[in-house]
DNA sequence: GGATCTATCTATAAATC
DNA sequence: TGATTTATAGATAGATC
């Protein structure tokens, strides 16, 4: 990372050099940053924040940086439910458990992330970060989940819906069920 | 940031090569935060939770983010339910709806580490922090969902077809479903 | 799909204004 | 000091294995 001279990687004692250093490193970085979220679509931001200027550098901008957080708030919305049989509110339930757990744990997880990043750079005299993250791709892939799981409900249909006629039985799935016990 | 040839700053359509340049870039990236860490005294840390790897990228301690993946990793397994039978379409809606609170709390959450971040980076004298939203384990999570919702699927078939033979083809009359207000 | 290898492009240390 | 220039170290696109 030099020019004119190979400099060694170590703490800049000279005052101006190590502010002038800074300044072009920070740019560099915000520049980086800006490349990386374009070339390969991640959607980030980044702030800087060196013991030498008085605000932080953020990238893309001030402005940008709410539009990242208003992204979050416009992700659009699943559709509803038609009709439903008893026995299913258990199995529901229990699905509903479960994603409950997911989620308690992500926000968990989530947490003690953010918080672990805070300590470090709280402890220190100064401090510079960099925030990245990506909705298309929870986006995406939640997407594809459903259209795994829509198609492996169709075929179960289907499968049960021959079964079925091969035994000369009113389609089951069209009929009631026992009951469960929860 | 080419070489071989001036690439235009765009979004790189094909796959494997964006891929590749993320991983270069954010290496790349990494570099640059540690050696702006080591020259100027900037007290920073990055975490890059990319949707390519299966592990976060971190500087400067792997520790932190090591931490949340092992605990997502053990999460706790949801109960096995016993018997049940559904109406295909009302768990195929449950499911869209689970993944729909998934999703908010997500967004949620989300929303929240942002805010935390910005708020703390703009109201105090240092601050720092990256995320990126991490595809893998969401991808986990929704694939053990998905193993349970199969498996409880092959119970259902399991248990129709033991009922189909006991009982014929009239059994189903008696045990009227109800309907469920959701 | 990743690791390695160049040829080139980019970032930047030092000089200069 | 900060901006501009310049020569060179570093990053990396594309090729290859």
Redo the contacts with the bound molecule.
Sequence with gaps: ???????K?AYITN???R???F???K???L??VS??ST?CDVNACAIIYGP?DTEPEVWPSPDGVQRVLAQFKSMPETEQSKKMFDQVTYLSQRIGKAQEQVKNQTKENREKDVKHVMFQSLSGKSLQGLMLMDLQDLTWTIDQYLEQVHSRMKNFKEALKNENQEQGATAAADRPMDNVTP
């Design positions: 990372m030099m020019a004119r001279k190979k400099v990687l005052d101006g050099a502010k002038a250093c300044r072009k490193r740019k560099g970085l520049k980086k490349e990386l070339l030498y």
